[in-house]
């Protein structure tokens, strides 16, 4: 037996009617109450039939309910026919001729009104998804979902949103818009039957949802009577929405639901736990977690099935850009570094332009700087922007012809295309190689004594140069064989002496950003790291070739190698610790996917394999964030987590989602570190002034505010190699071109430099540098001889008798500082250059100008 109820679908004018106004007599009150009841259960054929019979017999003329089904009877209301004056009492006489049918029948109506009822009396209702459990309690308007990351709870009467990430102790609360009327029973119970996330975009989609059209038939199936619901919605959009559900006759609750279409529907049963929704909320959130409020709406909920809504729509009018950005946010708030590091998950990664980037950047910066009444001070002038690229990203100070090639392009996108330059440069290479250089290899480490520090960073520069992706540079660093003699990455191994914790240190820190040391005599006592992990961590490291015990110097014609012996112990036990990786429970055991790395199959996979595919990987939640917090605090002064190794939950982020988006790019554009470094360098962060500007930003609690929240610039010191490059392209000393690329390798007069102003490789805003290292600058014989009228190339090339004394003295300014002098300081300079000096007291005068210089503020740090 088939039912096909009349369609329910208003004719277009009902709305017009105004219930309110009308009279009890009004004939047009009977096309309200039709219109009011289409979500009423179906009304079977036969009983149409029969009514339209019974009225006919009565009143002797037929209101054929048959051929004109509700839009007939709708207008028959509103005729002006002499017996439809009447109404009202035809009504009863139909009420009558209804009740008298159910009850002689007992025919039972399954439509969706009947299924919407009995859910709602039944209580929870769940399926289990592909990518875990769901649940729904329709009569408290209450959704959730629970998967191996994370349990969500909706509740539209409260208009509240919890989330609580696997494991965590913290419940992340936020709030959420939405009419929790009639129709949201209705968008909610279809929703969660289909399977399709509660995001922005399905409220959006399943909005102002209505039935036009359902049917049902019986079957047996295995003796068992089955309801077979076929359900058509329309929305406020007008798109169709089909809905296939088999019902228990009796109570009209669903068993399963059917998805998909031709050979690749798949049926779903629904089952209804005997548990309260109390029961339930509590067993998911316990009343002992840390409550955190947070700005984020509905928008940013399950994005981990949003594959899901593959017919989904984005909202009329909506701006593509609006759309990228609300889904870069959206997918990347669940795996947020807020917590313990170890509970953190895998960066998740949205593919966006390098436009798109950008804008999320300055984006996320102006919520941040509103949110924390924070005002940033001005954008940095063009000419401090053209110093502060060269030292970040050649390493250098420009020299006069490029200062000058610099203020005569009047291009309005002089800047980005200065940076491509920049990084396309064989000075960025080599600056870039420097300052991996110092991350990788610990303070007070002379690499001289194992084969020079030349040789490993003319590796990192090749690599860089060659725009090799940044985790195959750390891979072939972390699986480098041979003899320690052949240098290049091998001298990392050196420098640390092949100790399995000592390496263990290293990689965790610039790898990881994360002080895992901490846990290796005793339990972190600020992070949840436990003295097993680190063991667990250096045991990978175990493997490699070196004789027994402690190793004062290397030998160079030692031998990197893996071998198929050596463990680790806890201290002061015999208690072996195999290898394991951070935050997983257990160790990767041979055969097993866990083990796998590289092209080997995991029984034959090297410990080091291991350890390097799965550092490197796209899923580690840790070394995307830990490098791009790294260049960030490069280029920036301060880290977006400060100090830049020490991840963790007493260390947050300053604004996780600037991290998580940068970490997004970096993994998306297959861990490119140029790609990285250039949205920085262009962000609206980067280009701000260094200085205060007014009175009213310098009180000092306020500019350590800004600093924080990177409203400011901060000043950065120059690093030793740095300051040399600096000096001999001011100088123009051994340089017949000042504008070429620099010789940093194989330079004798730079490496005795390095030696002598070496500083620790610290916070790159503090200066380090002491009395010693001031003295070299004052009285040193790089400088005598660089500012010598004698021997220095850039006083030599002033005497050329076109320069007037003004002139030469902006030269000087933007040889060093970038810039031309100011009037006053021209005013100033003068007395050193008197209008009738003879040649050589001009050269001497040159001279004192350009010591001053160098030996100034402004030319020693980055601004």
Not at 339 to 357: M, Q, R, Y
Not at 590 to 619: C, F, H, I, V
Not at 733 to 743: H, I, P, R, Y
Not at 762 to 776: D, F, S, V
Request: charged residues 20%.
């Amino acid at each position: 037996m088939t039912h096909d109820p009349t369609s329910s679908q208003s004719p277009e004018d009902l709305g017009q009617i105004d219930g309110d106004n009308l009279s009890a007599d009004d004939d047009s009150g009977f096309a309200v109450m039709l219109s009011d009841a289409f979500d009423a259960p179906p009304v079977p054929k036969t009983l149409v039939h029969r009514l339209d019979e019974g009225i006919a017999a009565q009143w002797g003329e037929s209101p054929e309910l048959i051929s004109s089904r509700l839009g007939g009877a709708v207008a028959a209301a509103r005729s002006e026919t002499n017996w439809f004056r009447t109404w009202p009492l035809a009504a009863a006489v139909a009420a009558a001729f209804m009740i008298a049918f159910v009850l002689s029948s007992g025919s039972s109506n399954h439509a969706w009104a009947a299924v919407v009822d009995a859910i709602k009396r039944q209580g929870l209702m769940q399926f289990e998804a592909a990518d875990g459990l769901r649940w729904l309690d329709l009569s408290n308007l209450v959704v959730g979902r629970q998967t191996e990351s994370k349990t969500q709870w909706v509740d539209l009467r409260k208009r509240e949103v919890l989330t609580r990430l696997a494991d965590s102790n913290t419940l992340f609360r936020s709030s959420i818009e939405m009419d929790d009327g009639d129709s949201a029973a209705d968008l909610l119970l279809a929703a969660f039957l289909l399977d399709r996330p509660l995001s922005s975009e399905t409220l959006d989609q399943f909005g102002g949802i209505t039935v036009i059209e359902q049917k049902w038939n019986e079957r047996t199936v295995g003796g068992r009577d089955i309801i077979d619901l076929h359900v058509r919605f329309q929305t406020a959009s007008d798109q169709p929405i089909s809905l296939s559900l088999q019902l228990d006759p009796e109570t009209n609750l669903p068993l399963a639901v059917q998805s998909g279409n031709g050979e690749k529907t798949q049926l779903t049963s629904l089952a209804y736990p005997d548990q309260s929704l109390t029961e339930l909320k509590s067993s998911r959130f316990p009343n002992d977690l840390t409550i955190v409020d947070s700005t984020d709406s509905i928008g940013s909920l399950d994005h981990a099935t949003a594959g899901n809504l593959g017919a989904s729509q984005p909202r009329a009018g909506a701006n593509a850009a609006d759309t990228a950005d609300s889904k870069q946010q959206n997918e990347l708030v669940d795996t947020l570094p807020i917590g313990p590091a170890k509970k953190w998950l895998p960066v998740a990664v949205v593919s966006s332009t390098d436009a798109e980037i950008l804008t999320q950047i300055n984006t996320i910066l102006d919520e941040l700087w509103q949110r924390e009444e924070v005002r940033h001070v001005e954008m940095a002038t063009d000419l401090v922007l053209l110093r502060r690229a060269y030292l970040d990203l050649a390493g250098r100070t420009p020299s006069v012809t490029e200062v000058r090639r610099f203020l005569q392009d009047q291009g309005s996108d002089r800047y980005e295309r200065l940076v491509d330059q920049l990084l396309s440069s064989p000075d960025h290479a080599s600056q870039l190689a420097a300052v991996w250089r110092s991350f990788l290899i610990p303070d007070g480490v002379d690499l001289d004594a194992f084969g020079g520090r030349e040789a490993f960073e003319k590796w990192l520069s090749d690599c860089f140069a060659a725009r090799d992706p940044y985790d195959q540079i750390v891979r072939k660093l972390l699986l480098a064989e041979g003899r320690l003699s052949q240098s290049g990455p091998l001298l990392f191994y050196s420098a640390l002496k092949l100790d399995a914790d000592q390496l263990a240190a290293r990689t965790s820190r610039v790898f990881l950003g994360m002080r895992l040391e901490c846990a290796q005599c005793h339990d972190h006592p600020f992070e949840p790291w436990t003295q097993e992990d680190f063991w667990s961590y250096a045991a990978f490291f175990a493997q490699i070739s070196r004789p027994k015990g402690e190793l004062e110097n290397v030998s160079s014609v030692m031998r990197v190698s893996d071998v198929d012996r050596g463990d680790v112990m806890l201290p002061e036990t015999e208690t072996i610790v195999p290898p394991r990786f951070l935050g997983q429970p257990l160790p990767p055991i041979d055969g097993t996917p866990n083990a796998a790395s590289g092209n080997k199959n995991a029984t034959e996979s090297a410990r080091r394999q291991r350890l390097a595919a799965w550092l490197t990987g796209p899923k580690n939640p840790y070394f995307a964030r830990a490098t791009v917090n790294r260049v960030w605090a490069q280029l920036l002064g301060r880290g977006i987590v400060d100090p830049i190794d020490d991840f963790g939950v007493n260390n947050p982020p300053v604004s996780p989602e600037l991290l998580d988006t940068l970490a997004s790019q970096f993994i998306d554009d297959g861990f490119d570190l140029q790609s990285l470094i250039r949205s920085i360098v262009l962000s609206k962060a980067y280009r701000l002034s260094s200085g205060s500007q007014t009175a009213a930003n310098s009180d000092d609690d306020a500019t350590e505010k800004r600093l924080k929240l990177f409203a400011q610039m901060n000043v950065k010191t120059l690093t030793a190699e740095q300051l040399y490059d600096c000096i001999s392209v001011a100088t123009m000393s051994g340089q017949n071109n000042a504008s070429s690329s620099l010789a940093r390798f194989g330079n004798s007069q730079r490496d005795m430099f390095l030696q002598q102003f070496a500083t620790p490789a610290a916070n790159r805003a503090e200066y380090l540098a002491g009395i010693p290292q001031a003295l070299m600058l004052m009285n040193g014989t790089l400088i005598s001889g660089a500012t010598s009228e004698q021997t220095s190339g850039l006083i030599r090339s002033l005497e050329a008798p076109f320069f007037t004394d003004s002139q030469r003295i902006d030269v000087l300014f933007m040889a060093t500082l970038s810039r031309p002098a100011t009037e006053k300081e021209r005013e100033l300079l003068s007395r050193f250059v008197p209008e009738h000096a003879s040649p050589s007291e001009r050269s001497a005068g040159l001279a004192d100008v350009l010591w001053a210089l160098i030996n100034s503020a402004e030319f020693t740090l980055n601004h």
